[in-house]
């Protein structure tokens, strides 16, 4: 932040780029500082790429479906309506990953209630369930909701109470070495338990950082720190 926040304000490049960067941090404000892996993509600039508009129902695939049941019965499109969504993944337990999903979004708790149930699916004790498919969910602030499959609703108010990701510096660290404007960006830290797994193949990276710009095509980069 300190480098965005020397550019002129008056230019307005220079200002959407740091109100891009503060978008993007501000995220990061509501994952929990256990999670060791944060992979983000900003819907907004997939949608608005070149590649994606030239190629959208191939890139969507059976999503498109779901998505223009959701635009009929909500009365809205999750691509644009839906800013960022971002995973944070754990798997220090040595067991399937556990993944929290932080939606960036202004349509708020009681629109995204009432679009389930439009959907045919119902909300009850901070869970949302689509025809058994079902995930709790939790809304820190007016336009962020957390979902997990494997926490509940007050398990992850507790998590985000106890710490956030920018209050890991380990965390934070490898996240400074990615380009948060990219379309979509992650990093984290590597376990001593995964490091073990991965000695096996013959690497043991510490961390690692990905990023991948979208226009025309793709150009996906990944860095592994040993």
């Known amino acids: 932040m300190t480098a965005a926040a020397t550019l002129d304000a008056g230019n307005p490049v220079a200002s959407d780029v740091v109100r891009a960067l503060e978008n993007e941090r501000r995220i990061l404000e509501y994952i929990p500082s256990t999670y060791e892996f944060v992979v983000h993509l900003s ?5 608005a790429s070149e590649l994606f508009n030239r190629h959208e129902s191939r890139l969507l695939g059976s999503l498109e479906t779901q998505r223009q049941a959701v635009i009929s019965s909500c009365h809205f499109d999750p691509l ?5 969504i971002t995973l944070a993944i754990d798997l220090k337990n040595g067991n399937a990953p556990e993944v ?3 939606l960036s979004t202004a349509l708020g708790a009681t629109r995204l209630e009432e679009c389930v149930v439009a959907l045919g699916g119902k909300v009850s004790g901070g869970v949302y369930d689509l025809g058994g498919d079902t995930m709790s969910f ?11 499959d494997k ?11 106890a710490g956030r990701a920018l209050d890991n510096p380990q965390l934070m660290e490898v996240l400074s070495r990615t380009d948060r404007l990219a379309t979509m960006w992650g990093a984290g830290t590597i376990s001593s338990a995964l490091a073990t797994s991965l000695s096996m193949l013959g690497v043991a990276p510490k961390s690692f950082v990905v990023r991948g710009s979208v226009w025309a095509g793709v150009d996906l980069t990944l860095e592994l720190s040993f």
Do not use: C, G
Not at 138 to 148: A, E, I, K, Q
């Open 43 to 47: 819907l907004n600039k997939l949608e």
């Open 151 to 161: 926490k509940s609703s007050d398990d992850m108010m507790l998590e985000l109470r």
């Open 80 to 84: 644009l309506d839906i800013e960022t």
């Open 100 to 102: 929290l999903f932080a």
């Open 138 to 148: 939790y809304w820190p602030t007016d336009d962020v909701l957390l979902l997990s």
